[in-house]
Every structure is written in C-alpha cells, then in structure tokens.
C-alpha cells in the first residue's frame, strides 16, 4: 500500500485506542458521547481470522455507573486499504436506559496534506426513469453540508445510491458506504481546504432501550485511495467489494447468472406469469434447449401463486401476495416436475419470492394477523397501497416461521437460486407501529430480520444465490451485496427504453461489478445496451418474426466480453447529462492482469455526429495494441499512447453501437 498512507491495523488501533473519542457518535441522555465516552470503561481484543490479509477487533465501551455498553465490531482489508464497523447498543441495567438519539455510527474528519477544493463523486438510487443510478460529480462548498438519504425505507430508492467517493485536493480519497436496508443518512462537508467531515447512520432514532435489550446499527465502510486519478479509487473499490464483499461459494467469488424466462408473460392473456402451468414452462426449457439457447438459469417470476390467474375476478400476480402457495391448477405437483427437467438439462433453478408484502385478504394476511404491520391509511381506502399490509420481520417468531418456510418451499420444489422482491416502502409502516418513546425501533427490527433471513437461507443452502429486487434496484448498499445482487436492476426496464438502459450500466459500474437487466430485442443496439456481468433474456422463441440465429450470437457475444465487466471500468464520455438522446455514451473495461479489454460505444437515434474521440485509460504507452471491431472483424495497431491520446469511434448510422476489443501484441522498441 501506498507510504502516504498508514497501514490499516494502525488506523484501526490508533482511531480506537484507549483514551480516545473513536470514530462514531450518539447522544445519550442529551449529552454528545465525546464529552464522555473516553471516561468510560474500556477493552479492546484482537479475534483471530482464517482470512489473509484481514484483522478483526471487537471494542467495548460501558457506562460506569448504569451498564450501557456500546460493542464496536471493526474488520480491516490491508490489501486493499478498507476497513469496516458496525455498533450495538445493550442496556445491561435492571431499569430502561436513557434516551439514545443522533447516532452516527461513523463520525469521522481526514485531514490532508494538501489544500484545495474536495469532489464528492455519487450515483443516483432508483426513480423507475431514465436518470436511474446516474454518475453525479459536485463540488463540496466549505462549510455546507450534502445531506443524503433515500426515500420510502429502502436503501438506494430515490436521488441516492449509498456508495460515495470523496476525492481531496492531495491526490487521495476514500470511498465511504453505508449498510443499511432501511432509511440511513450520510452528511459530507469540506470543514476547510484541506479537511473533509463524514457523518453516518440511522436517519429516524431517537429511544430507549428495555433491561438487557440490544440493537445494531448501520454498518459503515470506508476503504482509502491515492492517485491522480479518481477513477483509480473507484477501480480499487470494485475490487475491494468483489474480494471482500460479495457472496462466495467454496471460498471462490460466486458468478452471478446469465437467466432466462418461459417465454416472458406468455401464454397471454396474463401479465408476467400468472398463466404459465407446468407442461407450458417444460416445453419452453426444451424449446430453449433445442435450439442451443441455453441458458445457466431459467428464471421463474411472478405469477406460480395461488389465485394468481384468476384474471376474469380481477386477480393477478400483484393483487395476490400473501397466497404463498403454489397454484394447483398450473402446478399439480409443485413447481418440482418443472425443476426436475431445468436439472437434468444441465441447468439451475430460480422462482421469485415477494413475501414482504402482503394483501388483505390473502392467506398470510387471514392466518398470521398478528405478524402484520398497518400504515396510517392515506386517502381512498380503496387505493391500492391501503390494501397492502407488511409482514413484520422485526417479530422474532415470525422471523423464524418465514425462514423455515420459505427455505422448505426451496428444498421441496429443488429449487436453486432465490429472487425477493419488495413492491412496498416499508418506512410507514414502521413509524406507525413505533413504540411511544422508542423511534426507529420498528425500523431496526425490521432491518435485522431481514438480515436474520437471507443469513438463514445462505447458511441452510451453501449454493444459494439470493436475487434482491425491491421494485428494481431499490435495495443496494453495503449489507445487501455482501448478501445478494440486484438481477434486475431498476423497473424502469419495462418501458424499454434502451438508452435508459445504458444510463444504468454507465453509472452502477462505478461502484458495483455485479448486476443486471433484461434483454427483451436482439439487434445489436438493444442487447448491448443491456450488458453487465449478468444477464436475463426474454426473447420470444415462438415467435415465428424472430432471429435465431441472432439469439444464438447475442449468447456467444455476452460469453466472450462477461468476464471484463468484472475488470476495471473507465467512463470515456463524461460524468454530466447522460440522458439525452443527441449523444454518444462509450465506457471501457479493462482487465490489468493481461492488458486487453473492451470499448462498448453507442450513437443514440438523434445524434448528428457520425464519430467521437475516446480517451483510452489503462494502456501501457509503450506496449502496441491490436483493436478488434467485434461486427466487422477489422483490425487495427496501435501504441498505447495512441490510444491515450485519443481512440476515434465511429458508426455511420444514429442508432448504433459498437463494441472492440483491444490486447497488447507487443513492446515498441525505442
């Protein structure tokens, strides 16, 4: 690691030694804990981790006079400079405990040795639009404060992903994010011209906590960088995420996905798959299969539940959960006779799940009243909204009930990969269902039950890939993707706009390697736009105006280029409006283990001009390079500094795309 910065144990003893007001704050009975914390009584231990290039310490801080204890749980990543913790409260009296507010589980100044201006580099959350996970950059004003945070009580709805990069004025930064399923907050300011000051947590807390009651808080990452290039704090974070943050199945990063559908919302006239019956769905894989269409995944979605189909009452897949039980009309034998068939064909298994969600009147919902959480109703009664009810992961028995349940449908059913979707915003919920006294206590619950869950089915299922939808890409942050992925990104998708596609793509790879959208046409234009490390198609294979042929060399392209979308990626046409329609976007993936890559560029429908010049990043300026059109086989040479210098694109038609791909062939001699 670079010798301008310490090493991560040292950062980690030295912000939390003894004596020391360590980097995280709360308010205990109206007094900031850095007027008391260093009085209080303090251990610090070192665990020991199997992992190389890990360290893990736990730091107790307990109030001596009535028992209050906060647990620091801290873990460090010295490969790749990042450290991560998280906070729990416990109430060791015989009495209630005062009144905790304010915490910010990360409280934290960095100084640099440098002055100047400080960038705050973000993404936005999810809108369901085409400025979904768009790149943002902003100048922080000295002395103001950029407050984020999501909207509705999932973690990356709204204007925020909670993934940020702050580059300092010293040629260093850090990458901050937060974890937190639920409503956190982040606060970012530049204190002066060489300082920056980062606040996180929990936006909605203000309690009190009963005898010998515990809670967790956010969790929070910061992982720290240095070059003249931001883009290498964002590259190095990429990495960071995928060694230490995402799932892994015997020991080895876990490959999400390239899926498909039965025919996706065939037969009609039902939406999604609220028609589809087992025969139907057996066929489809045979289809596929027959004509070399394979994919790794057949992708189950909405619609196998009960009264799903009943479509002539009014009913759907949307109007219907809660009947979590698999329809026996479409389904006489469960979903396994389909499972059994997906298997034997050399593939896996996903079925989608939306059990957070509840509608009044459905099986749940009559059965399990008591674990039903109500909102305030708002307006019509009869609006749609009002007839949902939440499933309360914060009640311990119901918890349990739901993780055994869900997990025995899995293992009955064979099925392999797990999909949760979450159509509700559950913050009002929770803060009707508050305690007086005791607000964000409903929240915290919550947010750990669902963690207890997945925690659940990823141990009981050691192969197990979870899904984690929410509406499309409404429930990213820290604690999700150590845990799942979003396979679908942002519901914005049904519209089939496929330049808002690539908004989507160019922006969610500055923080995340692993994610994916549909794919619905297979012009080159439409399933380019959809391409990320994964992947589902929902290509109509029994419509008779379909390609395919195209089909079967949309495959053969994702196959050979999947593997860069986890290298190091490089926007190469700006970080401002994304959106319009008179542009060209283009982004590069590189991988510095071997020198290649690829440029995925595209000249949308109204663009004028018929060529761009690119910036190429990663290249070696004295290595030659040879650079593959993808379309036309063309080849063309060229040194490293070229291409650093300026690569020209270009497609003679609006609408286009085109996609190279470049590798070292040799040194350029002097």
Not at 487 to 494: I, Q
Not at 502 to 513: D, I, K
Not at 614 to 623: A, E, H, S
Request: net charge negative; hydrophobic share 35%; glycine share 8%.
């Amino acid at each position: 690691m670079s010798k301008h910065l310490p090493g991560i144990e040292q950062w980690i003893e030295e912000h939390f030694a003894e004596g020391k007001i360590p980097p995280f704050s709360f308010v205990y009975d109206g007094q900031p804990s850095e007027s008391f914390i260093e009085q209080w009584k303090y251990s610090a231990e070192k665990l020991t981790v199997d992992e190389p290039d890990v360290v893990e310490y736990i730091f107790t801080y307990i109030n001596p006079t009535n028992g209050l204890s906060v647990i620091c749980n801290v873990k460090g990543y010295s490969d790749y400079h990042g450290v991560e913790w998280v906070l729990n409260f416990t109430n060791k009296s015989p009495e209630n405990s005062r009144e905790i507010t304010d915490v910010n589980v990360c409280d934290l100044s960095i100084q640099y040795p440098a002055e100047g201006a400080f960038h705050l580099h973000y993404s936005d959350g999810s809108h369901i639009s085409k400025y979904d996970f768009h790149p943002r950059s902003i100048e922080l004003v000295t002395g103001e404060m950029k407050r984020m945070s999501p909207e509705g009580g999932r973690s990356s709805q709204g204007d925020y992903l909670p993934f940020f990069n702050i580059e300092s004025p010293a040629s260093q930064g850090v990458v901050m994010s937060v974890g937190w399923t639920g409503t956190w907050q982040a606060n970012i300011s530049a204190k002066d011209k060489n300082t920056v000051a980062m606040a996180a947590g929990m936006k909605r807390m203000n309690l009190y906590l009963y005898p010998d009651e515990s809670i967790r808080t956010p969790s929070v990452s910061l992982m720290f960088w240095e070059s003249k290039d931001r883009m290498d704090g964002h590259n190095q974070f990429r990495r960071f995420i995928l060694a230490h943050n995402s799932r892994k199945i015997n020991g080895k990063l876990a490959e999400y996905p390239l899926s498909s559908g039965f025919n996706y919302r065939d037969p009609s006239p039902c939406g999604e798959y609220s028609c589809i019956a087992s025969d139907y769905a057996i066929a489809m894989v045979k289809r596929y299969i027959q004509f070399g269409l394979k994919p790794e995944v057949f992708w189950l979605d909405a619609g196998w539940h009960t009264d799903a189909s009943d479509f002539e009452h009014g009913k759907s897949w949307a109007n219907t959960t809660g009947n979590w039980t698999i329809d026996t009309l479409r389904f006489p034998e469960g979903l396994r006779p389909v499972a059994d068939v997906i298997h034997q064909v050399g593939t896996k298994f996903m079925v989608w799940f939306e059990p957070e969600r509840v509608v009044r009147g459905t099986q749940w919902a009559v059965e399990y009243p008591e674990w039903m959480l109500e909102k305030t109703m708002q307006g019509d009664p009869n609006r749609e909204d009002n007839t949902w009810l939440l499933f309360d992961l914060g009640n311990p028995e119901a918890c349990e009930w739901l993780s055994k349940y869900i997990g025995d449908m899995l293992e009955k059913n064979g099925i392999d990969y797990y999909r949760q979707d979450c159509n509700i915003e559950p913050a009002d919920y929770w803060e009707a269902n508050d305690e007086p006294g005791r607000i964000g206590m409903k929240e915290i619950r919550y947010v750990e039950g669902l963690y207890r869950f997945w925690d659940y089915l990823l141990e009981r299922f050691p192969n197990l890939l979870i899904d984690n939808c929410a509406s499309g890409g409404r429930r990213i942050d820290w604690e999700t993707t150590g845990r799942s992925a979003p396979l679908w990104r942002s519901d914005y998708y049904h519209y089939y706009d496929t330049d808002g596609l690539q908004n989507q793509t160019y922006g969610l790879e500055f923080f995340l390697p692993i994610h994916g959208t549909g794919s619905l046409n297979t012009d080159k234009y439409s399933f380019r736009s959809s391409m990320s490390s994964a992947l589902i198609y929902n290509w109509k294979v029994t419509n008779t105006q379909a390609s395919i042929p195209e089909m079967q060399q949309c495959l053969k392209e994702f196959h050979e280029i999947r593997p860069y979308y986890y290298e190091d990626y490089y926007p190469l046409t700006g970080t401002g409006d994304i959106t319009p329609l008179n542009i060209w976007i283009a982004y590069q993936l590189h991988c510095p283990s071997d020198g290649s890559g690829i440029i995925v560029a595209f000249r949308r429908p109204e663009c004028g001009e018929n060529r761009i010049n690119v910036n190429l990043r990663g290249v070696t300026p004295k290595k030659e390079y040879k650079i593959t059109n993808m379309d036309t086989g063309k080849v063309l040479n060229m040194s490293g500094k070229e291409l650093t210098d300026g690569l020209m694109l270009e497609l003679e038609n609006p609408r286009s795309s085109l996609l190279l791909k470049y590798e070292p062939v040799n040194t350029i001699k002097k």
